[in-house]
């Protein structure tokens, strides 16, 4: 099945601990996002990719990492500087110049 | 930035209602679209809509850029239909989007 693949679905996070989260996608999409939502609002984003060894920062970069050495996957590590890591996290991609994102299934991290 | 509002905030519903929901937008867009997020999270891109009308089966939109606002209209509305709706724009052409709030939607049978 072509999608984008967002794991673990749950993970949870001990004080001073740096996690990574996984998103992977088979579309051959150029361009992926990750975005951060908390409870009643809408998403943010923290960093995207538009082509492989590439990414820039979004609107709440600061405490977060990513990596994108191959096309399909871009994965996000929350460091013990972010000091309120407890929300759902989206990863998108898209096809350059295509009109439309689309989601994986999230992660929630939560923290212990 | 661009700024994005969405009313209502929230939304109860009989079933077979129908609904109107509103995005406002503080400038010119060359991107705007709508998701639903369901109650397990996954977010799926309804319309790819900057300007004027689309339909698809019971869900329409509308998009009047000159005046900065969409709506996005439910008929009939099912169970189904429950759960987030986002509205999103890009105002650079940079392909980021920035979100709204949501409307939270509830259906009751």
């Known amino acids: 099945d072509g999608g984008i693949t967002q794991s673990p679905k749950y993970l949870f996070r001990k004080e001073g601990q740096n996690v990574t989260l996984s998103c992977e996608q088979n579309l051959n999409h150029d361009a992926m996002y990750w975005y951060r939502q908390d409870p009643g609002q809408g998403l943010r984003l923290i960093y995207y990719?538009?082509?492989?060894?590439?990414?820039q920062k979004g609107d709440i970069a600061e405490g977060y990492s990513v990596s994108r050495e191959k096309k399909e996957s871009f994965p996000l590590t929350v460091t013990s500087a972010q000091k309120n890591p407890t929300a759902f996290y989206l990863c998108?991609?898209?096809?350059?110049?295509?009109?439309?994102?689309?989601f994986g299934p999230g992660t929630r991290l939560l923290v212990l | 930035g661009i700024q994005v509002e969405q009313s209502p905030p929230d939304l109860i519903l009989q079933e077979g209602a129908n609904s109107t929901l509103r995005c406002n937008f503080s400038?010119?867009?060359?991107?705007l679209q709508w998701f639903h997020q369901n109650p397990w999270g996954q977010l799926i891109n309804l319309f790819y809509i900057p300007s004027g009308t689309k339909q698809n089966g019971r869900l329409s939109a509308t998009t009047v850029a000159t005046e900065r606002y969409s709506l996005l209209y439910i008929s009939s509305s099912q169970t189904t239909d429950s759960g987030v709706y986002f509205c999103?724009?890009?105002?650079?052409?940079?392909?980021?989007?920035?979100f709204g709030t949501g409307t939270r939607l509830t259906i009751i049978p």
């Open positions: 990719s538009q082509i492989v060894n590439d990414f």
């Open positions: 999103a724009v890009d105002n650079f052409g940079n392909e980021k989007l920035t």
């Open positions: 400038d010119s867009v060359n991107n």
């Open positions: 998108a991609s898209k096809l350059q110049g295509a009109e439309t994102q689309y």
